[in-house]
């Protein structure tokens, strides 16, 4: 096992490159770069303007010196640095001019081969390395393109090593360049060397209209220069109440309607009055009040002046009032209105089904005493029967006595006694 670890550490001491260090640095840049990189040199013998070939990723390339050489001693750099190696001979000259020409007709064969295919990518850009043993292609697209069969028709036709490279909108703005809003040339392609991120919440801060289209520079993203001004804006609108906000000032409600930082100015206004106050002014003199509104301005219109405590007690009655549960009776069911409509029924002579006490009957002394006797004990049999029923039928359906004498004019009592059966009780009484 130690043998196989040796082994695999001798490999990796093998393939790793050994880092060299340059005692002098020099910056170099390239045809449509924005800025410049840096290289290492062993001679510090290198002028402002002069060309040199250096060794980049992409291969061989022809750059300008854009200053004379540092010593790292001095500037210390930790990166690995590409290095410069020699200065441009008259044959690299030649051959980085015949370059453009051979990068426009591989332009044209790369496009013929697209439109062939039918892929769906825009071709911006063709370019040599310094001895023509690679072309990088740059192109847009919305989508991942397959072209893996435009690879093998440019290599047969072109009989080199091909590259092809996909970018963004904002870097085929600062490839393509123009005029932006301001005036001046794109930030992008002018000097700047890497993209910011910009959002929008850097609009909101500086108090500008979200028109998406006043805020997008040519590559249909928003504009780099929100980013500039983006720190001076959140320390001068620090403590500001927000636009629309209601604030108490002088005793009186209003809305804020604008801030000007650059003026250092602010107006807020209500449905009397309009007033235009400085910025300090602004954030030490008013409060914000949240809960109230204040009504729109109407041209020739005074409505009573109301306080600011006035609209704070108004606004929480309302609430109160929402929220408080319902007090009033509610309207009387249908069943209840039936039977308010229906007609008055006599009691019954024996509404007590317990209750079986005889009673008093006028007899006259001359009718005959067993007949009357006969006609008491039919009467006593047919209550005792009815109320056998009725008990019988409403057990399973029995309510508590608290419920049938409730005085509630939300409750209603039913009656399981139908009509029939009310109005024969009613007979046999009378």
């Given at each position: 096992m130690s043998e196989v670890i040796e082994q695999t550490e001798e490999i990796?001491?093998?393939?790793?490159?050994?880092?060299?260090?340059?005692?002098?640095?020099?910056?170099?840049?390239?045809?449509?770069?924005?800025?410049?990189?840096?290289?290492?040199?062993?001679?510090?013998?290198?002028?402002?303007?002069?060309w040199v070939v250096v060794e980049t990723a992409q291969g061989l390339e022809l750059g300008e010196v854009q200053a004379q050489p540092l010593s790292t001693e001095k500037f210390p750099i930790r990166?690995?640095?590409?290095?410069?190696?020699?200065?441009?001979?008259?044959?690299?000259?030649?051959n980085y001019e015949e370059n453009f020409a051979k990068a426009e007709e591989a332009f044209k064969v790369c496009n013929e081969e697209i439109a062939s295919l039918g892929l769906e990518m825009n071709l911006l850009s063709a370019d040599y390395t310094l001895d023509r043993s690679k072309v990088l292609f740059v192109y847009l697209a919305e989508q991942r393109v397959d072209f893996r069969e435009l690879l093998k028709r440019l290599g047969s036709r072109l009989h080199c090593r091909i590259e092809l490279r996909q970018i963004g909108e904002r870097d085929k703005a600062k490839m393509v360049g123009g005029i932006g809003m301001c005036g001046m040339e794109c930030c992008c392609s002018r000097f700047k060397s890497r993209f910011d991120v910009i959002s929008i919440n850097m609009a909101k801060n500086q108090l500008l209209a979200l028109n998406i289209e006043k805020l997008s520079g040519m590559c249909g993203k928003l504009m780099c220069c929100l980013k500039y001004e983006d720190e001076n804006y959140k320390e001068l609108t620090a403590g500001l109440p927000k636009m629309g906000a209601h604030v108490e000032y002088e005793d009186e409600l209003y809305r804020v309607t604008s801030i000007n930082v650059m003026t250092n100015e602010a107006k807020i206004e209500n449905a009397e009055s309009v007033q235009i106050l400085t910025i300090d002014d602004l954030r030490e003199k008013t409060q914000v009040r949240k809960g109230v509104s204040t009504p729109k301005r109407v041209p020739g219109r005074r409505p009573q002046k109301i306080s600011v405590a006035a609209k704070v007690i108004e606004n929480n009655e309302q609430r109160r009032e929402l929220s408080a549960p319902v007090s009033e009776p509610l309207a009387p069911s249908v069943q209840t209105v039936r039977d308010k409509q229906r007609p008055a029924m006599p009691k019954p002579a024996f509404p007590n089904a317990k209750n079986n006490k005889q009673p008093a009957v006028n007899v006259?002394?001359?009718?005959?005493?067993?007949?009357?006797n006969k006609g008491q004990k039919n009467a006593n049999n047919g209550n005792n029967r009815r109320n056998n029923n009725n008990n019988n039928h409403h057990r399973s359906n029995q309510r508590p006595k608290s419920m049938d004498t409730t005085k509630n004019p939300n409750m209603t009592v039913r009656s399981f006694k139908s009509s029939r059966s009310k109005e024969k009780e009613a007979s046999k009484g009378a």
């Open positions: 990796e001491a093998i393939t790793e490159e050994p880092v060299i260090e340059y005692p002098y640095v020099v910056a170099v840049k390239f045809k449509n770069a924005s800025k410049a990189y840096s290289f290492g040199t062993d001679s510090p013998d290198f002028v402002s303007g002069e990166t690995p640095l590409k290095p410069v190696l020699r200065k441009a001979l008259d044959q690299d000259k030649r006259n002394k001359t009718e005959n005493a067993g007949a009357a």
